[in-house]
């Protein structure tokens, strides 16, 4: 038994996270995952939304499994252009004006040029405005300063920018020797590294998996549609690897795989949730059981869609998730060792 390797899965992560994928636009990094599967000889097949669905057939071909985890990301687009040349943002997926004030920035047009910027409140500078500190971050007085030399809206315009084109911002990603990985985009990245390192192994060591086996590399779930179609019917088990969400009161950390039992959509699947932990327990992996107030997979999404599975969800614990997130090495480890348990466990049902 060799479980995947974690100092390659961060590698992996860090490569990720490099390649901007706002949910909406997100051709670049699927086409990334699409090339490492095709070198592993891995069936894939893209759906109409621009989702990858990787296949390893297994003994059971009449009850199917699927993992899901997503690559896009949190962004924006251009909402206006200002006459004072700069650029007003409409946000992509749920977070604050807060926690990209400051940032730096990407423009994509749709000729494919890209330009950079940098997101501040209009009256930033202190030494003019009085009320830099205490204004409220909000669409009217956020904006970007493009890297420009240009004056009014024409000028903006005459560089290709146009409303609608795609915002990224800049992953800042970090390895600090101390074994912690930050970067903006760990949700979701960090369990499509681990998921893309499970196949790998599987394939590697020729592990004949108990069930057929989808993998799912969904593209819209921070806009709340990512992987509640396209589901094969033979589907019984649906896991979303997804991050675990820390904070006061939370039990989920930086150094264990949290296994949701509940978020805002509801409880998990009773049976699989005891399952995950039993795995766990008889392969002494460091797991917490949380709930997650705020919070709505592509696992809950495929239930609502109607979908007949028994779904659960399982990830990386983040800190300060959707702003400045970083997780430790040994979370990723511990998420990666339950899936790779999961995948050669028994169904519940
Ligand atoms: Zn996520």
Redesign the pocket.
Known sequence: MTYPDTKETVDLLKELVSISSPSGNTNEVITFVENFLKELNVDTRRNRKGALIATIPGKDDQNHRMLTA?VDTLGAIVKEIKSSGRLKLDLIGGFKYNSIEGEYCEIETSAGKKFTGTILMHQTSVHVYKDAGKAERNQDNMEIRLDEKVHNAEDVKALGIEVGDFISFDPRVQLTPSGFIKSRHL??KASVAILLQLIKQVKIDNIELPYTTHFLISNN??IGYGGNSNIPPETVEYLAV??GAMGDGQSTDEYTVSICVKDASGPYHYELRKRLVQLAKANDIGYKLDVYPFYGSDASAAIRAGHDIVHGLVGPGIDSSHAFERTHQDSIENTAKLLYHYVQSEMVI
């Open positions: 997503h949700d979701d779930e921070e997804d991050m």
